[in-house]
């Protein structure tokens, strides 16, 4: 090579020539630039978790009271209606009638279906008659541990000694 003459640059081992061919294939590649992917914490993770259980038990032992006063509120309302109903069987048909004569909903679910709707007959052994009746809502799902209890109206108003739901269930 005479002295003078322009030198070629020589392919380093950082260009683009040496590092895009696959050794087998002789086929470009493509760098790829690796990137960290970031993970959560996991530790902040379930403390977050935690926090929301925490806050949650807290938020239905709160709430608890409160479902439990409206579904009573069901049974009262249920048997006030049925009342309703008897008075209009018994001036069609001169006797009182059965919950199953004069209630509309199926299995005699109250109008929630948080109780169901039945003759009492602890109270009225012997069932409606033409002077006569005793309906009760019993609780049942959730409501069954209710501490009131079983609900109960006559011809004559509310039954409110015990066994059946006392004056302080039937004021909330």
């Known amino acids: 090579m005479p002295l003078n003459a322009p030198r070629q640059k020589r392919p380093s081992a950082s260009t683009a020539t040496d590092l895009a061919r696959h050794p087998a294939t002789n086929a470009d590649i493509t760098p790829v630039t690796l990137t960290r992917v970031r993970r959560p914490r996991l530790q902040l993770a379930l403390v977050a978790l935690i926090l929301a259980l925490v806050v949650g038990a807290m938020l239905a032992r709160i709430i608890q009271p409160q479902l439990s006063s409206s579904r009573r509120s069901d049974a009262m309302s249920s048997l006030l209606r049925a009342q309703i109903l008897q008075e209009h069987w018994q001036s069609a048909h001169g006797r009182f009638g059965s919950v199953q004569d004069i209630w509309p909903h199926p299995e005699g679910l109250s109008l929630a279906g948080h109780y169901v709707l039945s003759d009492a007959t602890g109270v009225l052994p012997g069932g409606p008659s033409e002077q006569a009746y005793a309906m009760q809502a ?35």
């Open 138 to 172: 019993t609780p049942r799902g959730r409501q069954a541990n209710d501490p009131c209890g079983t609900f109960v109206v006559t011809q004559a108003g509310v039954l409110l000694e015990a066994p059946w739901a006392g004056a302080a269930c039937w004021s909330r």
